[in-house]
């Protein structure tokens, strides 16, 4: 059958199946319904508490965090995080503050860029450095949006994701972050903690096929 | 009759009611502290449910707006009227993509309609890449759980069975074994050619379909490969990007306690600029298969609201006891005892709407409010009206109820029966009570006998 | 106050004491109690189990005899039977019967929700000793909210101490069901045995329910398994003086 049959089909089975059953009152118009996003206060104070709120939440995820006041210091925390890890290849995104961090870590490892590798390379690599474009406070949750950066692979398949956040932009509750995607990206993806699953005897085991270690560089500052 | 089998084999399994206990009962109390976090549970249930009925009052219009929304971000759109059709879009797009392997994430929609055994019969071998399908598929079973599909096994019959199909020593570490699979799924995901995944949510307004995990691998199979295909349930389209709101604040916390899942990805059309990642083809296949049917009554119609989420699973105190394997279908529990008739057909799956004893504790915790114990009495009073056989002794069934309804019109009749029954001390046939369970002997007598006999005339104390 | 008492089949031929506490109970607060002999069944098992013409037939008939009292309001032992009263209206299309089915169902009241709510009384002067736990019939408790109001009279009973069932609690469905407690009996018992070990858990003298048919369930296992645990009526332990 050809598509176009087949959609004329399954669209005429549903109207003729609607019309079949009794009418009801007609529900209330549908702009009244949808989520409920909540609009935080701006302000220092809003802020403070939101920013407090996202590294506990964070925490409670099982997601690393270390706040950090310039691009030095996070170059710092950065080759920090990856000499404990022991990671020696790391592959930064094309994002040009993820770009210049990178330059500024003095550690012995190679750095790559995307472009440059091969499928086989991207999987041989310890760790992923990227920003983030929104953090929710409520869920300790990162938002990367496809058409800002290249992020996608790099938050996935190396076991370590590191991630670059400005506390500008972590917002209160999902509903916020919603109100704030376009789908000009045609990836956007939310992380909350590293990868996990309880599907043996339901005991929990951390970093699957996505990493096994996330860490967010929360970046204070202007 | 199959069901009765499959429910005695799993009653008699020892092992496996341990695990459906402790699963059951920790998804429970995990549920629980989890909705805790939401100020208006009942308030997000109702909107969630509001917005799903709104949805399916208005299908055709929301699935044309998707599809047309899907198309104009790139996506290809399919429709296919039934499991065949389906088999044939997904089997033709991987030929002509020249696929021999296709990595696949969690989706139902592609156990309902058999898809990995067509694929497999067009020589493409289809590999389950979330953990519990990946393990079920190896030891060529069927999930027994929505969310946790292997929950039917020890660790000790994945290690054996990870032993032989994967060549690892075998380990009781649960970490051992799961890192085995990573590394093995690890390489099929790095070659795929062709990803198939499910499909949670799809948004008309944007055209967006999301997709919810935990281990990463849904991620890897709709970003590394070059084509991706993902296989929907048409119920599965909600009106606006901001409605994903309320159902994720529902779902994750509905089904396993957790405030979100690990991921969500968010996927609209294909990429818009060369160098972007991801696939060059996007695929919405968007599956009918008898879901269409059940729009024409109201109350069959709100069990396409459901977001398999599997909370009705953890709270049924039967599905507690047999698991999932006994109800024969890919939809288990009592959503799959109200979904599997409507799909199906009634006289394959004529047992399920009886395998309840209707307490309601599913209606209690469905996030979107299926009132799941008024759809089962609907198809109850179905198969009644249709005279489709369940099991043996389904004449006598109709026997007895005549006979019943027959006395109980007639009072006098009643009474008089009953007294019979009583001095004649007459056991009606009933071992199948009291094969496990004494029955109560008769007092001598009944309450109308004392009302007639002397407690009618008595007054209070203040008369 | 009047009320018309609806026994409900399965207490007034398989449980007359739960049906003769209850009327003692309502006499004692000043209750007149009717009864009228006319009354068979709610049709409940028939609905249950698809045949909802004999339900309707024996729903109509309730209404009738119902319709015909002047009582106050009718009362019952039964949760379950209650809420198959006030679901009537769902098993007619004809409008005249939904609102003479909604009617009746106002007026029908299951006996610890109308001894808390209508008359206002926690303490009904009940003694009995011993250690008491309750369990939760579904209908009653879902269908019509009914949890606190049982839990608060039994709390008034003298010499009565209750206590919580253990896990999986009193809320769990004790596999009775209707027509599934022999449909699917491998299943009905191994509900009833996770119930029937909480109890055995709980180190009480008596479970108490407020449905007969759970009790029949309880009490049939309990006893084949030899416990010393008594399975009793709501109404039994209210009735109960010193």
Redesign the interface.
Known sequence: MRSGDARREILHAIRTNLESSPPVQSSPSPERRGGQGVRTPEGRGGQEVRIKHFTEQLAAVGAQCTTVRSETEAAAALARILADAGARRVVGSDAPLVQRILAAVGNDIVIDRLERLSRDELFACDAGVTTAQWGIADTGTLVLESARERSRLLSLVPPIHVAVLSVRCICESLGDALARLSVASHAITFITGPSRTSDIELTLVVGVHGPQTVHVLLMEGP | MTFERDARTALADGQLRGALRQATTLFGERRRAALATVPDWEGARDRARAIKDETLEHLDRYLEEFAANAERAGACVHWARDAAAACDIIGGIAERRGARTVVKSKSMASEEIHLNAALARRGIEAVETDLGEYIVQLAGETPSHIVVPAIHKTKAQIAALFADKLGIAPSDDVATLAAAARDALRRRFAEADLGISGVNFAVAETGTILILENEGNARMTTSLPHTHVALMGIEKVIPRFADLDVFLQLLPRSGTGQVLTAYQSLITGTKRRAEDEGPEELHIVLLDNGRSRMLASRVTRQALACIRCGACLNACPVYRQIGGHAYGSVYPGPIGAVLSPQLFGLARSAALPYASSLCGACRDVCPVKIDIPALLLHLRAQVVAEGVAVGKGHLRERLAFWIYATVMVRPRLFAWLMRAVRSLRIMPPLGAWTKWRDLRPLAPRSFREQWRAGLGDQRGPDA | MRVSLF?T?L???????A??GA?DV????????E?D?????C?Q????????P?AR??AR?LIEIFEASAADAIVSPSGSCTAMVHHYDQLFDDARWRERAQGVAERTHELSSFLVHQLGVEDVGASFSGRLTWHDA??GL??LGIRDEPRRLLRHVQGAQLVELP??GA???C??????????????????D?KVDAIERAGVDAVVSGDASCL??I???L??RGSTVRALHLAEVLASRP
């Open positions: 026994v089949c207490a007034d031929q398989l449980w007359p004491s049906a003769v009327v309502l006499r004692r607060l000043g209750c007149a109690v009864f002999e006319r009354q068979t069944c049709g098992p028939a609905f249950n189990t698809g045949y909802r004999a037939a024996l008939r579904c209908h879902r269908d896990p999986p809320e769990t469905c596999g009775f069901g209707g027509t599934f407690s022999v449909k699917y009996p491998e299943i009905s018992v191994a509900m009833l996770e029949m369930q009490a049939g296992r006893s084949r």
